[in-house]
């Protein structure tokens, strides 16, 4: 009897820790932000990523909850583009943001991810990086420069017209 209670006790202990093996956290930075984001609530419709004034502090809402809060990882330097094939990169002018009170505040830094995986069609620069969240079924890519980006964009582009 005393056996079988041990080898139960072991077992539950074995299990317990290959649970938590598998579920570590992620870090959050600008290179895994879009999986970090799909990893907070793989049920939620919309997750996102919202840093405000002058990106010292940061939240993450999951179909419009705040849901948590960290201190940011990155500083206002960051730049955000979208990107046309026709006119190139347009940079991203801060967007307002409206908090419970209805005040209003400025956005420094926001990238929104469809519970398929799906964000928001950006090209952020930070410190000599570039990074590259408009692919929609791939991980961030990351290049030196932002003319990098823009030259394997319009190779993509050249490549699907032929």
């Known amino acids: 009897m005393i056996v079988i209670v041990i080898i139960g006790v072991v077992y539950t202990l074995a299990i317990t820790k290959l649970k938590t093996v598998g579920e570590e956290k992620v870090k959050p930075s600008l290179a895994n932000l879009k999986e970090y984001l799909l990893s907070v609530d793989k049920e939620a419709e919309e997750t996102r990523f919202l840093c405000l004034d002058d990106c010292s502090e940061c939240s993450v809402y999951t179909d419009g909850k705040k849901v948590q809060s960290m201190k940011s990882f990155f500083d206002s330097s960051i730049e955000t583009y979208t990107y046309n094939f026709l006119q190139g990169t347009n940079e991203v002018k801060d967007a307002l ?46 290049y030196d420069f932002l003319e990098e980006a823009v030259e394997a964009k319009q190779k993509m582009a050249q490549e699907v017209m032929q």
Not at 121 to 136: E, I, P, R, S
């Open 97 to 142: 943001f409206f908090n419970k009170e209805g005040n209003e505040e400025n956005v420094c830094f926001s990238l929104n991810v469809t519970k398929d995986g799906i964000a928001d069609q950006y090209l952020v620069v930070y410190k000599d990086k570039t990074y590259d969240y408009t692919l929609a079924f791939e991980k961030t890519k990351v």
